[in-house]
Structure formats: C-alpha cells, structure tokens
C-alpha cells in the first residue's frame, strides 16, 4: 500500500491528479482524456471508509471516501510523469 504523501482524501487525490494533467504539458491526449473517464468507474477508484464515531453515545458512523490502492497508483504514476505507467494503469481501472 502506498503511504508516502498519501492525499487526505479521494477528492483531494482527484484535484491533484487534475492540476497534474492540466499543467503539465507533457502529458499525452489519452491519458487526460482517462482522467474523464475516471469518474465512469469509480468502484474502483475510491474505497468507502466507514468508522464508529468515538464521541458518539450512540452507534453513528462516519462514512468517509479514499482513493483506492490502484487509484494511488495512478496519482503516484503522474506524479513522477511516467506517462506510460499511467496509461497502463488506466487501462487496469476500466470496467
């Protein structure tokens, strides 16, 4: 599991991969164009986290969104401009 600048949340790890691919001139057309398709399969891009709420006499959860192992794959892969891995990668988060 990557740990290593892990992002807060799913929808931090999303604007980041965002500013990656939309900043960085580099990255080829259908790698930004599978970022768009990301939001097609999000049942593997994010993991429901669901965690008893410790201030809470009752039984209240709290339901939180992660971004999945492969989907930090992805960010770490952009990350480092490896613009094949990440197409590779993309082409594993399709349906």
């Given amino acids: ?10 929808l931090a790890a999303v604007e980041e991969l965002q ?3 939309f900043s ?17 399969r999000l049942g593997k891009c994010l993991i429901v986290k669901t965690e008893l709420a410790p201030t809470s006499a009752t039984s209240d959860f709290n339901r939180m969104l992660q971004p999945s192992d492969l ?3 992805l960010l770490s892969a952009a990350r480092a401009r490896d613009w094949p ?3 590779v990668i993309e082409h594993e988060l399709r349906p």
Wanted: no cysteine.
């Fill in 1 to 10: 599991m990557l740990t290593q600048n892990r992002p807060s949340s799913f």
């Fill in 19 to 21: 500013e990656i691919f």
């Fill in 24 to 40: 960085e001139p580099t990255a080829p057309h259908n790698a930004i164009n599978g970022f768009f398709q990301l939001f097609e």
């Fill in 71 to 73: 989907f930090l794959q």
């Fill in 85 to 87: 891995q990440v197409i």
